[in-house]
T-cell receptor
């Protein structure tokens, strides 16, 4: 089955540690994205990548880093510089169909930092 | 800066009722608008995507309309069912974003509960 996988589903870390969230897609999509969701707020864009070996900062990139070495993979590292890392993290990818870029989402990773 | 607002924040209706969810955006220069459904603790499922040149899209019991000039979109759900209970999010993308993707700005969502 084609889709987007994120692992792990739940992640617990101590303050001051870096942590990497995995995102893999087998949809052959060019573009991939990372969003953060906090209670009562909409999703906010952290980073996005339109092609392999290229990525751009979104609205809240501080304290995060990404890489895009393969088309199907877009891992997100939450560094110790992120002041409030506890959140629900969602990965997405998009294709171009008739000039339209519809985004598809993974199941998410809930990160708790104490 | 684009801002997206969804009203109401929460809605509870009896099964079988037809309902409308609202989404408004401040900058009418959009490329497309997408409606999503999110179940608790889960990712987002795309429901409907309306291109800027379109007025509406339909899928089953769902109908989404777009009025760019007024910065509004509505999601109409016919004959609601308990399985429709979820949070509904709308998101817009800006024009001129070339390449292999598009950036979405999300609203905060409407939490819908359909009761038996």
């Amino acid at each position: 089955d084609g889709g987007i996988t994120q692992s792990p589903k739940y992640l617990f870390r101590k303050e001051g540690q870096n942590v990497t969230l995995s995102c893999e897609q087998n949809l052959n999509h060019d573009a991939m994205y990372w969003y953060r969701q906090d209670p009562g707020q909409g999703l906010r864009l952290i980073y996005y990548s339109q092609i392999v070996n290229d990525f751009q900062k979104g609205d809240i990139a501080e304290g995060y880093s990404v890489s895009r070495e393969k088309k199907e993979s877009f891992p997100l590292t939450v560094t110790s510089a992120q002041k409030n890392p506890t959140a629900f993290y969602l990965c997405a990818s998009s294709t171009k169909g008739q000039g339209v870029y519809e985004q598809y989402f993974g199941p998410g990773t809930r990160l708790t930092v104490t | 800066k684009q801002e997206v607002t969804q009203i109401p924040a929460a809605l509870s209706v009896p099964e079988g009722e037809n309902l409308v969810l609202n989404c408004s955006f401040t900058d009418s220069a959009i490329y497309n608008l997408q409606w999503f459904r999110q179940d608790p603790g889960k990712g987002l499922t795309s429901l409907l995507l309306i291109q800027s040149s379109q007025r509406e899209q339909t899928s089953g019991r769902l109908n989404a309309s777009l009025d760019k000039s007024s910065g509004r979109s509505t999601l109409y759900i016919a004959a609601s069912q308990p399985g429709d209970s979820a949070t509904y999010l709308c998101a817009v993308s800006p024009p001129g974003f070339t390449g292999g993707g598009n950036k979405l700005t999300f609203g905060t969502g409407t939490q819908l509960k359909v009761e038996l």
